[in-house]
């Protein structure tokens, strides 16, 4: 069955003729999706190379001559030393390549997973009523009422060294992600589900009683059939904004879980910069702070208005325009 | 009213309960073994027996739940693990810092972020408007520990106007709280100025908005007359939800600047297996998270008439 409307265009195509007039956020997708391509050729060239990785191995060690083991400022005598070296001497602009995989990783994955996670309860809980929606509040009221902090670093701890890690081990993706970033994706998803299953969950109430769903019903239609047929896309604008709102969450918290020592750690990522960074900028090198703050400030900044704008334009209610 | 109070109370308990049990599961499983903590390296077996059973680490773990739970009613959490102070007092010695500086950081933050959403709100469409909605999303897209790091280098290390780490206790904490309480205020504007500019301009476009035109009011009497009343609910409630988070202190900003409060407590705690002052912290963050949403509940339904509980 198709989607055609009364005016010949799907509700994504409206939705796009909307996004589209706002010439600010075309350019900020057209940044998101560079980054995207970085982010993939970063693991094309590193699957090519295969380790010992460049990024991990000082200029000097490489035998670029004039470069020595400690920090330079940018200069332009080598590419690798373009955005200058680290304290150890790495090359800067290497490690904030990788770390834009990094990064996409977290914001993906970790995202996925608590729109995956948020998505199946609301829907559930709001379609279901009963003794459903009861556990399923009664889960994310518990979870929002204790401390992030301890949370978190207790998932973290958990997930390193309990039985999640033994099971990590023996994943098939393992040898790409390493069990810090899986670390971190599990925690983003296991920790800010809470937000989108709640506003799934009252929008699934109010469609429920919709008349279409009721003529759905009346049909004989099943309950899976119309709450993935019916209910599901009239609720999946929220998933889309949330999405984008999570995958920002998501790059943030690597860096706070990566300087607490329970995030990243087998591969440079923003936050591991930015972390180093800490000691780094007393000795006044700031260039891998400006580097990887900067990269994470402009994937954040475009995902953030990207997101905005796709709120928007996904608005049912704002149909002129 | 009552009704809803009893009814919030009688719910609060499971979710309490649940707090309780996940915080006991959540250490036993990924803290370290607290006995080897506490002895050191090389302790004898006999040792190790005695701390247990002293601990009631020996016990199941069904009765050291129990045992959780008469703390918490009796609020007797016992002594820390790493140096015996009671935990009480551990926290009143850091309630102090932490509030000395979440409180004026958040009510700082958010006077000035309201101000700036109602004067945007006021001058909607201009060019005011569209700069500080770029820089507020500007704002909340730098890690908060690139503003930490970058406050911390550039004002205390480089141009010496503030101390770069330490805390005093009395008036001269001051001059040490001075700088986290800049950096917490531009952390939290830009989310509090997008959320603020909403909650106004939903009021904006009501009807009574236009009949007050209609009727002849300026603009600035409109502003302040009835819109800000009417974002008086929205804000309230904010500000309410906020308040447990202000006790508990930011642990990132205590950490950073060293001052002794709550948060930087908690952090030490849980990564030393502390778990006597990680249960009472976590159980008084969870009563307080869960208090203060009754409490802006009921708050929504005093300001606003139309809602009752």
């Known amino acids: ?321 | 009213m009552i009704n809803f109070l009893i009814r919030r109370a009688l719910y609060a308990i499971p979710v309490l309960l649940g707090v309780a049990l996940i915080t006991l599961l959540l250490f036993n499983v990924a803290g370290g073994d607290p006995v080897a903590i506490k002895l050191g390296k090389n302790p004898s077996p006999a040792e190790v027996e005695a701390l247990r059973m002293e601990l009631g680490l020996d016990q199941p773990l069904l009765w050291q739940y129990v045992d959780f739970l008469r703390q918490v009613v009796t609020l007797e959490f016992g002594t820390s693990w790493t140096d015996n102070t009671p935990v009480r007092e551990i926290f009143w010695r850091g309630v102090g810092p932490t509030l000395s500086l979440s409180l004026p950081a958040f009510t700082l933050g958010s006077l000035l972020a309201i101000t700036i959403s109602l004067l945007v709100a006021f001058y909607r469409g201009s060019v005011l408007d569209r700069i500080t909605t770029l820089g507020a999303i500007a704002g909340i897209s730098v890690s908060s520990l690139v503003y930490i790091l970058v406050g911390q280098w550039l004002l205390a290390d480089q141009w010496k106007l503030f101390p770069i780490w330490g805390y005093e206790y009395g008036a001269g904490a001051i001059y040490f709280l001075a700088l986290p309480i800049i950096i917490w205020i531009l952390l939290s504007v830009g989310t509090d100025v997008r959320y603020y500019r909403t909650v106004a301009l939903e009021e904006i476009n009501r009807d009574y908005v236009r009949t007050a035109r209609s009727k002849g009011l300026g603009e600035q009497q409109i502003l302040f007359r009835h819109v800000l009343r009417n974002c008086a609910v929205p804000i309230i409630t904010r500000m309410t939800i906020a308040i447990p988070f202000l006790i508990t202190g930011s642990f990132l900003m205590e950490i950073f600047f060293g001052i002794p409060g709550l948060g930087s407590t908690l952090y030490t705690a849980i990564t030393s297996s502390d778990l006597p002052v990680v249960k009472a912290f976590t159980m008084l963050g969870a009563v307080l998270y869960v208090l203060f949403n009754i409490l802006a509940d009921v708050l929504y339904a005093v300001f606003d008439p139309r809602i009752r509980l």
């Open chain 1, 1 to 321: 069955m198709s989607h055609q409307g009364a005016r010949g265009r799907s509700p994504l195509q409206e939705a796009w003729r909307r996004f589209r007039k706002d010439r600010t956020a075309v350019f900020f997708l057209v940044v998101f999706c560079l980054f995207a391509l970085t982010a993939v050729s970063a693991q094309f060239v590193e699957l090519l190379q295969g380790s010992p990785f460049t990024y991990e191995m000082t200029l000097a060690e490489q035998g670029i001559s004039a470069f020595e083991e400690t920090s330079h400022p940018p200069s332009t005598a080598h590419w690798q030393a373009w955005w200058g070296t680290t304290a150890a001497g790495k090359s800067v602009l290497l490690r904030t390549f990788h770390g834009t995989k990094v990064a996409f990783v977290v914001g993906t994955c970790g995202a996925g997973l608590s729109a995956l996670i948020g998505v199946t309860l609301g829907l559930f809980s709001g379609f279901l009523g009963g003794w459903v929606d009861a556990v399923v509040q009664y889960i994310y009221s518990t979870l929002a009422s204790i401390p992030y902090l301890l949370l978190i670093l207790a998932l973290a701890f958990l997930i390193r060294q309990g039985p999640i890690s033994a099971a990590y081990n023996s994943l098939a993706f393992s040898e790409y992600m390493s069990l810090g970033l899986f670390n971190i994706v599990l925690v983003i998803g296991a920790t800010s589900w809470v937000t989108l299953c709640r506003l799934v969950r009252a929008e699934v109430k109010k469609v429920r009683e919709l008349e279409y769903v009721q003529a759905a019903r009346a049909l004989g239609f099943s309950n899976p059939r119309i709450l993935f047929r019916h209910v599901l896309p009239n609720v999946f604008h929220l998933v889309i904004i949330n999405f984008s709102l999570t995958f920002v969450t998501a790059i943030k918290s690597e860096v706070i879980l990566t300087f607490l020592g329970v995030g990243v750690d087998k591969e440079p990522s923003w936050g591991q910069m930015i972390a180093d960074a800490k000691s780094e900028l007393m000795r006044g090198i700031w260039w891998p702070l400006l580097a990887s703050g900067g990269a994470l400030f402009l994937l954040a900044l475009a995902v953030n208005y990207v997101g905005d704008a796709l709120r928007d334009s996904l608005d049912p209610r704002l149909k002129d325009g």
